[in-house]
């Protein structure tokens, strides 16, 4: 499944950013939807998981309390908000997508099929 992410952007330390993943071609509902961010020099991260009705939720540890994943399968459309931005917070953020029975999510990177080109967020100290 094609997917595209897109809300990153340059935002001050302590500032809030709303990213969205969409699947144009496909119906999201069908797919658990992870979230991942890769900073320069750094290994990919785990950053969100939620199944496809939206009824179980996954954070990474670096970000549990500040970021929320969420999804309106209605509006084929996933979000991940992000609160109390740090410049560490710093990196690429990719969407990805594997389909699933209802209720499963992911928190590993190999369990996704199909990956989203990726939208930079920046921090500012």
């Known amino acids: 499944v094609q997917l595209q992410a897109s809300g990153g952007g340059l935002v001050q330390a302590g500032g809030s950013l709303s990213l969205t993943c969409t699947a144009p071609r496909r119906t999201i509902s069908d797919y658990v939807i992870g979230w991942f961010r890769q900073a320069p020099g750094k290994e990919r991260e785990f950053v969100a998981t939620i199944s496809r009705a939206g009824t179980r939720t996954v954070l990474g540890n670096s970000v549990k309390g500040r970021f929320t994943v969420s999804r309106d399968n209605a509006k084929n459309m996933v979000y991940l908000q992000m609160n109390s931005l740090k410049p560490d917070d710093t990196a690429v953020y990719y969407c990805?997508?594997?389909?699933?029975?209802?209720?499963?999510?992911?928190?590993?990177?190999?369990?996704?099929?199909?990956w989203g080109q990726g939208t930079l967020v920046t921090v500012s100290s």
């Open positions: 990805a997508a594997r389909s699933s029975v209802t209720g499963a999510y992911y928190v590993d990177r190999y369990e996704y099929n199909d």
